[in-house]
């Protein structure tokens, strides 16, 4: 599955690439891009296609690091917000909700160990209604608070 996404994202991206829309940067400093869509690459091999306001990431891009993580989906002001779709390195996923950069809201993660949780985050951790699916078959449904489940 997450070889196939990658194989997605590698397609997207030399379609980005190609587009004459595009506008290609190689540095560090965007803040003087200006504002409409391009494709910034760093020297550390990370790479940001999508928009950016008033030198920020802003809107839809898909950013991927140098270790091959990756989030695609909606940016605010540099920082993941809105719905979106995050996988690292390990093959950690996460697909919903993001507010100024942290998972908030609706949102499923499926760790790398094959356990999934689906329910609400808040700030970065499970907090609400939610349910652990473990890799063993076992289910666990009910409130978290702070990432830790309530009896």
């Given at each position: 599955?997450?070889?196939?996404?990658?194989?997605?994202?590698?397609?997207?991206?030399?379609?980005i690439a190609e587009s004459s829309s595009a506008q290609e940067f190689n540095g560090n400093?965007?803040?003087?891009?200006?504002?409409?869509?391009?494709?910034?690459?760093?020297?550390?091999?990370?790479?940001?296609?999508?928009?950016?306001?008033?030198?920020?990431?802003s809107g839809s891009g898909r950013m991927i690091w140098s270790d091959s993580s990756f989030?695609?989906?909606?940016?605010?002001?540099?920082?993941?917000?809105?719905?979106?779709?995050?996988?690292?390195?390990?093959?950690?996923?996460?697909?919903?909700?993001?507010?100024?950069?942290?998972?908030?809201?609706?949102?499923?993660?499926?760790?790398?160990?094959?356990?999934?949780?689906?329910?609400?985050?808040?700030?970065?951790?499970?907090?609400?209604?939610?349910?652990?699916?473990?890799?063993?078959?076992?289910?666990?449904?009910?409130?978290?608070?702070?990432?830790?489940?309530?009896?």
């Amino acid at each position: 599955m997450l070889v196939k996404r990658y194989l997605q994202i590698v397609f997207f991206l030399f379609t980005i690439a190609e587009s004459s829309s595009a506008q290609e940067f190689n540095g560090n400093d965007i803040r003087n891009l200006p504002d409409g869509f391009h494709s910034v690459f760093w020297e550390n091999g990370s790479k940001f296609y999508g928009e950016i306001f008033n030198g920020e990431f802003s809107g839809s891009g898909r950013m991927i690091w140098s270790d091959s993580s990756f989030y695609e989906g909606s940016w605010q002001n540099g920082m993941r917000h809105g719905r979106g779709q995050m996988v690292w390195k390990n093959g950690k996923e996460y697909r919903g909700k993001w507010k100024t950069d942290e998972m908030h809201g609706k949102g499923k993660m499926k760790y790398s160990n094959g356990d999934l949780y689906i329910g609400r985050w808040k700030d970065g951790k499970l907090n609400g209604k939610g349910k652990i699916k473990y890799e063993n078959g076992e289910v666990w449904k009910g409130e978290f608070v702070n990432t830790k489940p309530q009896k």
